[in-house]
Every structure is written in structure tokens, then in C-alpha cells.
């Protein structure tokens, strides 16, 4: 019976990637993507802004698939981390691309310049 | 309408047309003693009531009646099939628990004319003759109802009682309203003191010799001379029923029977656990289907549409400004 309810998950996992996909277009998302977001912060009270970025992290997990960008703000180097289907990211666009060789460019966190030459 | 005292009629009748077949006339005939004590336990066994609307007969109809605030429905056996989350319309995360009703029957429904209360034994999930042990067969064979993996009996009120071999599927309940979910937790085996009791423990440093995670005392001195019984000790953790109270049902999808709850459930992924209307945060009575969900017979089930909570009006978010 273990393998009907792991299915099952699966499933409904699959369903629900598929309902929101449907709905909204999410583009293919890569570690080194430039994109830029708009998302919506409803503790912000709502406002929509606009976050510009690189993806450093994808991590893939049917509906919970989440995605960790980091940009260069005001100085200060911010990385934020976000759910993939979420509803709050209202638009999603790829600038550009860049060739990584690695998922996780987690080293870019110990490189402040290579950021900048890259 | 489910004949409730079919398999006690027919062996009533059996046992008549044995006595008849044996029995001639024990005042004329000379039969052996043995004879004669066999016919006068038949006679015993015969000697019940002529009418069938006397004991155990009751009919149960299965149609919806009106609930009073009194009144108490079954619960249901679900299989813990896992945890999710969703966005809800407001966009705050919600954390699931999916709960599958695998294939619930009432298997015995238990009276006060034969056993003093009103309750009613529901069965989940399947089981092969082979797997069960031959009283759980006679059990099932008994009342007429297909084999079950899991039984639990659930108290009533008169008026909930539901006929023999009803099915109770996810639309038992209603979006929105609130359950209390009991199960069986996850096992944790052997643990200390700080996991099972939740004890501070001592001291990380400052000289502290090998006991930073110990019990500390256990009493005083010689008076009263013993620690006391139930002392909190380090011992076997977990596999104990706990029931979780005021669970939000987020979900109900009644093609395959299924309920997203919010929230943590006791147990483990394939584990079943038992879901019952909750006692404090009581639900709608209108609006619940009372004695359970009649489903129409020209209803496809396959086709049913999920249905979600109605969540409030005004944005959540907005609101705390």
C-alpha cells in the first residue's frame, strides 16, 4: 500500500505543478539566469517590486521547487530565496544567461568581484 | 433498507425445521435420554420471540435526517498518505496533511436492544481471507461485509445510526469545518529525559561533570525515603495515541476520497488515524450531512469536483493595518 500513497502524492504533486503552470507562464530557470522578478509582498501591503538578479540555487521539489537569487543592492549583496510556483511572483523574465559549470554557485558568495567581471 | 437481523432469522429457522425433522413428540415416543436433551436444548434455542419486529430488529433507513445539537455522527478511518503545502487565494502558505478514506464500511452496527449502546464499527482498507485469523473471518463472514484491514468503533447517538454495509466516503465532512484527529505517533524509541520530559537539563560548562543532559534529583532524603511513582525518567518514547484537536479541513476531494487538513497529524506516512467532528470548535449543524454523505445514485464519482474552504472576504494581510 506504501507504493499507491507515495503515487499518489506524486499525483497530486504533478497536477498542481501542471494547474499553475497552466495558468501563469514561468520560464526555464538555471543556475547563472540573469532575471528579473516582480513580486508581489502581500506583508508589504502589496506592493509589487521588482528584483533583479542571478540564480545561484535551484532546488527541485515538484511544487515546492524553490529558487535562490542573489543581487547587488545599495551596496550590499542580498540573497533571497523563492518558491517557483508561488502566487505572489507575478512575472518572471529572463535577461540573460551565463555559463556555470556547477547547480550551486555558491562560491560567488566568497568572490565579490567575480560578480561584477562576470 | 438493510435487513439488520437476516443471519439471526435464518439460523432461527434452521434450528425450527431441525427440531422438527428430530423431534416427534417427547412425551409418547421413548428416545434415549440423550435424544430427549438434545430436542430440549433445540426447544430452548427455538423458544424465542415469534415476531420479528421484537429483539434486534431495527430498521435503519438510509436516508438524511436532521441533526439536533445533541446529536453525535460517526468518525472515519483515514491512511496518513502525506504532507504538502499550498497558497492559499491570499497567497499565505498552508501546510497539508492528505488523508485517505480508504473504502470505509460500517461493519457492525451495535444497538442498545443487544449491546446497551448505540455505536457503529467502521472498517477501512481491504484485507485477504489468507492475511486475517479465522474470528476476524467469522466476524466479517457473520455480519456480511467485505474484509477489512482496520476497525474502530465509533459511539453514536440513536439518530446517527447508519444501516450495515454503508459506505462513508471524504464528503462526510465539510471544507472549513474542524476535526480532531487521532492517531498513533511516530516512534522514537528509547529517550533521555530532555526529549521525552522536556527537562532543562544542567549546566553546559562551569565545571558541570558529566551531566548535562541528566534527570538531576530524584526526591529528597529519608523522608519519604523513595522516589515516587511516576517519576519523569528516561524510557520508550512515541507509538502512544494523541489526538490532535481543532484541525482545519483545507479540502475535500470526493473522487478519490480525499482530505487535505492543515496542519501535523500523529503517526507516520501510511498509518491510519481516526478523524471525528471536533468537540470544541463545533460545526455548522445546518450544513452537515447527517447521519453521513448519501451519494445520488446517478453521481459519477470519478467526476466530482474538489471542494475547497471558503476563506474570509477581507485580505488577512491588509486587515492588520
Known amino acids: ?118 | 433498507m438493510q435487513s439488520f437481523g437476516a443471519a439471526a432469522s435464518v439460523s432461527r429457522s434452521l434450528m425450527r425445521r431441525v427440531a422438527q425433522v428430530f423431534c416427534t413428540d417427547p412425551r409418547s415416543s421413548p428416545h434415549s435420554s440423550s435424544s430427549l436433551y438434545f430436542v430440549a436444548q433445540l426447544r430452548k434455542l427455538c423458544a424465542m420471540p415469534e415476531n420479528d419486529d421484537a429483539v434486534g430488529n431495527r430498521i435503519i433507513e438510509a436516508k438524511p435526517r436532521i441533526m439536533n445539537p445533541s446529536s453525535k455522527r460517526t468518525g472515519v478511518i483515514a491512511v496518513k498518505c502525506g504532507m504538502t503545502g499550498v497558497w492559499d487565494e491570499w497567497g499565505a502558505r498552508i501546510p497539508i496533511t492528505i488523508l485517505w478514506l480508504d473504502d470505509n464500511i460500517v461493519c457492525q452496527v451495535k444497538t442498545p436492544e443487544k449491546e446497551g449502546f448505540c455505536a457503529l464499527q467502521v472498517g477501512c482498507g481491504q484485507k485477504k481471507e489468507k492475511h486475517l485469523t479465522v474470528p476476524e473471518v467469522g466476524h466479517f463472514r457473520a455480519q456480511g461485509v467485505p474484509m477489512k484491514r482496520k476497525l474502530r468503533e465509533f459511539p453514536v447517538t440513536e439518530d446517527a445510526l447508519l444501516p450495515l454495509g454503508t459506505s462513508i466516503g471524504a464528503r462526510h465532512f465539510l471544507p472549513g469545518q474542524y476535526v480532531d484527529v487521532t492517531g498513533i505517533t511516530k516512534g522514537k524509541g528509547f529517550q533521555g529525559v530532555m526529549k521525552r520530559w522536556n527537562f532543562k537539563g544542567g549546566k553546559a560548562s562551569h565545571g558541570a561533570s558529566k551531566s548535562h543532559r541528566s534527570m538531576g534529583s530524584t526526591g529528597q532524603r529519608d523522608a519519604p525515603g523513595k522516589v515516587f511513582k511516576g517519576k519523569k525518567m528516561p524510557g520508550h518514547m512515541g507509538v502512544e495515541q494523541r489526538t490532535v484537536k481543532n484541525v482545519w479541513v483545507y479540502k475535500i476531494d470526493p473522487a478519490r476520497n480525499l482530505l487535505w487538513v492543515k496542519g501535523q497529524i500523529p503517526g507516520a506516512t501510511g498509518n491510519f488515524v481516526f478523524i471525528k467532528d471536533s468537540v470544541f470548535k463545533k460545526p455548522d449543524i445546518s450544513q452537515l450531512p447527517f447521519p453521513t454523505h448519501f451519494a445520488p445514485e446517478d453521481e459519477d464519482p470519478a467526476e466530482l469536483e474538489p471542494l475547497v474552504a471558503i476563506l474570509s472576504d477581507t485580505d488577512p494581510f491588509m486587515a492588520a493595518e
Not at chain 1, 98 to 105: D, F, G, I, P, Y
Request: proline share 4%; net charge positive; with cysteine.
Open chain 1, 1 to 118: 500500500m506504501f507504493y499507491l500513497i507515495s503515487a499518489l502524492l506524486q499525483i497530486i504533486d504533478r497536477e498542481a505543478v501542471e494547474e499553475v503552470r497552466s495558468n501563469r507562464e514561468i520560464p526555464e530557470i538555471k543556475p547563472g539566469y540573469d532575471i528579473q522578478l516582480k513580486v508581489e509582498v502581500p506583508e508589504n501591503k502589496r506592493r509589487i517590486s521588482t528584483i533583479k538578479g542571478t540564480v545561484i540555487a535551484k532546488r527541485n521539489a515538484g511544487l515546492q521547487s524553490t529558487f535562490r537569487i542573489r543581487r547587488h543592492e545599495a551596496g550590499v549583496c542580498i540573497e533571497s530565496l523563492f518558491p517557483l510556483y508561488s502566487p505572489n511572483i507575478k512575472e518572471m523574465k529572463v535577461l540573460g544567461k551565463r555559463r556555470v559549470r556547477k547547480a550551486k554557485l555558491y562560491y560567488l558568495r566568497d568572490r565579490m568581484n567575480a560578480l561584477k567581471k562576470q
